[in-house]
C-alpha cells in the first residue's frame, strides 16, 4: 500500500505532461490556421464543434435544477469566457507561440487578487509577494520602453484577466452543482456568447479549417481530461511545477516550426511567474485548505 501511495505522485506528473503537450498542440494548431478566419469565428467554431462531447454530461444536466441567480452566473461566466477566447485566439496569430504561452501564467494570479476582493480570501504578505513577483515577470516579458508591445501582447494580458473571472465565477459555481454541470454550461453559454461575434465577421471555412477546429476542440478537451486525472492522482502544489514545460515546449515548438526567435527574457519572466504561482498553490496545501489559486491550465477551460 504504501508504494502505491509513493507511485502516485509520478503518475500525476505524467498526466500531467501529457496535459502539457495536449496544451501546447491546441496553440499550435491555432497558429498553423492562421489569420484567415477571424479570431471571433474561431472561437465560435473550436466551441461549437467541441459541443459534441457534451453528450455524457446531457443527463446529469437535464436533472439538475437551477435557480434564477445560478442561470445568471451562468450566463454571466459564458459571456467573461467568450470574451477571453476572442482575445486569446486574437492573441495566438499575432504574437509568438511563447509569450502566449507565458502571459497565460497569470491568469491564476488575476484569481489570488479576484480571491481577496470578490471572496474574503486573506491576502498575506507572502502572497503580496507572490504577486509583485509574477507582475515583475509579466515586465520581463513585455519590456516596455526596450520593444514595441503589440496589440496581441495587450490582447493576451486582458484574455488572462477575464479568464481569471471565468475561474472564480466556476469555483463559486462548483460549490452548488456537479462539475459535469459546471463544464457542460460553459460549452453551451460560450457557444452561444461566441455566436453574434461569428455571424457579424463570417468567413466560410473550407473542409480542411474545420477539420482543423475539431482537432483543436479534440485537443482542448483531452487536456482537461488528462488534467483531471493529474489531480486524481496528485496534490496540485505537486503538478503545478510541471506545467513551466509547456513554455519549453511551445519555444521550441515556435522555434522549429514557425521560425520563431527564441526569446530568454519570455522565459525567465514565465518562470518568475510560475514560481510565484507554485509558492501560492503550496503554501496552501501547507495550510491545508481548500485552494483558491488554480492550476495554471484550469483558468482555460
Not at 483543436?216 to 481530461?225: M, S
Not at 516550426?257 to 503550496?282: H, M
Not at 503554501?283 to 485552494?291: D, V, Y
Amino acid at each position: 500500500m504504501e508504494t502505491a501511495r509513493t507511485a502516485r505522485p509520478m503518475v500525476g506528473i505524467f498526466w500531467m505532461l501529457v496535459t502539457g503537450l495536449c496544451f501546447v498542440a491546441v496553440t499550435a494548431i491555432v497558429k498553423f490556421l492562421g489569420p484567415r478566419i477571424p479570431p471571433a469565428e474561431q472561437a465560435f467554431l473550436r466551441y461549437f464543434l467541441g459541443l459534441a462531447f457534451l453528450l455524457p454530461m446531457l443527463r446529469p444536466m437535464l436533472r439538475t435544477r437551477l435557480s434564477g441567480r445560478m442561470w445568471g452566473m451562468f450566463a454571466a461566466r459564458g459571456v467573461f469566457h467568450a470574451m477571453g477566447v476572442m482575445l486569446w485566439f486574437y492573441a495566438m496569430t499575432r504574437i509568438p507561440l511563447a509569450e502566449v504561452t507565458a502571459i497565460n501564467y497569470l491568469a491564476p494570479v488575476y484569481v489570488t487578487l479576484g480571491a481577496a476582493l470578490f471572496l474574503g480570501e486573506k491576502l498575506a504578505l507572502r502572497r503580496i509577494v507572490a504577486v509583485l513577483v509574477a507582475l515583475l515577470g509579466a515586465a520581463v516579458i513585455l519590456r516596455p520602453g526596450f520593444r514595441v508591445v503589440e496589440p496581441g501582447h495587450m490582447a493576451m494580458l486582458l484574455a488572462a484577466v477575464v479568464f481569471g473571472g471565468s475561474y472564480l465565477l466556476a469555483k463559486v459555481m462548483a460549490d452548488r452543482v456537479s462539475a459535469p454541470v459546471v463544464v457542460g454550461m460553459l460549452s453551451i453559454w460560450v457557444t452561444a456568447a461566441l455566436a453574434p461575434f461569428a455571424y457579424a465577421v463570417w468567413v466560410t471555412p473550407t473542409l480542411t479549417e474545420l477539420a482543423i477546429l475539431f482537432g483543436v476542440a479534440c485537443f482542448a478537451t483531452a487536456g482537461h481530461y488528462t488534467m483531471t486525472l493529474a489531480f486524481a492522482a496528485a496534490p496540485v502544489a505537486v503538478t503545478q511545477p510541471v506545467t513551466f514545460l509547456q513554455l519549453v515546449w511551445a519555444t521550441a515548438l515556435g522555434a522549429v516550426v514557425f521560425a520563431e526567435p527564441v526569446d530568454i527574457w519570455v522565459v525567465l519572466g514565465g518562470g518568475l511567474i510560475l514560481g510565484s504561482v507554485t509558492f501560492i498553490t503550496w503554501r496552501e496545501a501547507m495550510l491545508n485548505r481548500q485552494p483558491i489559486t488554480p492550476p495554471t491550465p484550469a483558468t482555460k477551460v
